[in-house]
């Protein structure tokens, strides 16, 4: 196993202690970012919900950060390496079918026409052949 590996080349090197501290200092920041990065994309959409504009700010956080850290408790049990697999194995057939719908419901509800020209207004260059193409046949065939 790698963590394995990784804890005896740290053992092995010079100034293995520093390494350590480093390395085990590294993964905390690359978590604690990417939890920030998904609350934010969270609280973004639930701050526009009409429903809770009367729900104060750090209420609203509060609660979303209490529920992901009971969601993410599952995970230090002793079934918890179980549970990862099991999120590992089947949690991208989710991703995949959102994926699939907002690009079906983009191209061809909204409509493959305005949404070029959506593009257009926002950015001032129109998508290319290569886009239209990926998006209107190519795309929907792959990850349907």
């Known amino acids: ?3 394995h590996v990784m804890a005896d080349v740290f053992t092995k090197i010079p100034g293995a202690p520093f390494w350590s501290a480093l390395f085990f200092m590294m993964l905390l920041s690359l ?3 990417s939890q920030i990065g998904i609350m934010e994309g969270v609280m973004s959409t639930l701050f526009d919900q009409p429903s809770l504009k009367h729900v104060k700010k750090p209420v609203l ?3 979303v950060a209490v529920g992901c850290f009971s969601i993410g408790l599952v995970f230090t049990t ?3 390496e179980y549970w990862l ?3 590992d194995s089947f949690g991208a057939a989710g991703l995949t079918f959102i994926a ?3 690009l079906v419901s983009v191209m061809y509800v909204y409509g493959h026409n305005r949404f070029t020209k ?3 207004n926002m950015t001032g260059v129109r998508p290319g052949l290569y ?4 998006w209107r046949m190519i795309l929907p065939h792959l990850s349907g």
Do not use: K, N, S
């Open 85 to 87: 697999t099991l999120f």
């Open 31 to 33: 978590g604690l970012g």
């Open 100 to 102: 699939f719908t907002e």
């Open 61 to 63: 956080v509060g609660c």
């Open 1 to 3: 196993r790698l963590r």
């Open 118 to 120: 959506d593009i257009e």
């Open 78 to 80: 002793g079934a918890g």
């Open 131 to 134: 886009w239209q193409l990926m």
